[in-house]
């Protein structure tokens, strides 16, 4: 048996160790009912979200707040925590949506790992406190007049966010051990 040979032997087992591993891990994710009823909770956070007119008037804001949560085996929302700086009236309609979902979670016998630790991103942009007199919406970038790319530049807070991932109302974490869920984008512009 050649060089070549044994090479392309060795090529063919890879190959199918490979596609086995893929496989299995296709099944696998395929069996998880929870994944999909997690997003189903997401969606009913999303849904159910709905923060204070008179703040979102007012607000000038872009950036994340990341929430931590648990679900015990009695579909029942624990140890909620927000990003710190995350505006009072973005966690006052979060607060709400988890309390008018909360019920519906065991009436939908959803499944999901009881006690799991989930991580949701949650995306917002809200302008309409933003202060663009004057500025065209349809001005190029490029062609703004300062005080608009100011407010703008205000307005991206996405840096402190992510840098306080780790750090939410309810005290800061060192390590967080969770399933990460697809974010959530939300906003109020004019």
Same mark, same amino acid.
């Given at each position: 048996?050649?060089?070549?040979?044994?090479?392309?032997?060795?090529?063919?087992?890879?190959?199918?160790?490979?596609?086995?591993?893929?496989?299995?891990?296709?099944?696998?994710?395929?069996?998880?009912?929870?994944?999909?009823?997690?997003?189903?909770?997401?969606?009913?956070?999303?849904?159910?979200?709905?923060?204070?007119?008179?703040?979102?008037?007012?607000?000038?804001?872009?950036?994340?707040?990341?929430?931590? =949560?648990?679900?015990?085996? @009695?579909?029942?929302?624990?140890?909620? !925590?927000?990003? %710190? $700086? +995350? #505006?009072?009236?973005?966690?006052?309609?979060?607060?709400?949506?988890?309390?008018?979902?909360?019920?519906?979670?065991?009436?939908?016998?959803?499944?999901?790992?009881?006690?799991?630790?989930?991580?949701?991103? =949650?995306?917002?942009?809200? @302008?309409?406190?933003?202060?663009?007199? !004057?500025?065209? %919406? $349809? +001005? #190029?970038?490029?062609?703004?007049?300062?005080?608009?790319?100011?407010?703008?530049?205000?307005?991206?807070?996405?840096?402190?966010?992510?840098?306080?991932?780790?750090?939410?109302?309810?005290?800061?974490?060192?390590?967080?051990?969770?399933?990460?869920?697809?974010?959530?984008?939300? !906003?109020?512009?004019?």
């Amino acid at each position: 048996m050649g060089l070549h040979a044994l090479n392309l032997n060795i090529m063919r087992k890879l190959f199918l160790i490979w596609a086995l591993s893929l496989v299995v891990m296709t099944a696998h994710a395929q069996s998880k009912s929870e994944d999909s009823d997690i997003n189903k909770i997401t969606w009913l956070l999303f849904k159910n979200y709905n923060p204070d007119a008179s703040s979102l008037n007012q607000a000038c804001i872009k950036s994340c707040v990341f929430i931590h =949560f648990q679900i015990n085996e @009695n579909g029942k929302f624990t140890n909620i !925590g927000y990003t %710190k $700086n +995350t #505006p009072q009236f973005i966690i006052d309609g979060l607060a709400n949506s988890f309390k008018i979902i909360e019920p519906s979670i065991k009436q939908m016998n959803l499944h999901f790992a009881a006690n799991q630790t989930y991580l949701l991103p =949650f995306e917002f942009y809200y @302008n309409l406190g933003c202060d663009f007199s !004057g500025i065209s %919406k $349809n +001005t #190029p970038d490029s062609t703004k007049p300062k005080p608009y790319v100011n407010v703008e530049a205000d307005m991206q807070l996405f840096g402190d966010a992510l840098w306080d991932i780790l750090n939410f109302t309810d005290g800061k974490l060192e390590l967080l051990n969770c399933t990460v869920l697809r974010p959530v984008r939300t !906003g109020a512009v004019h």
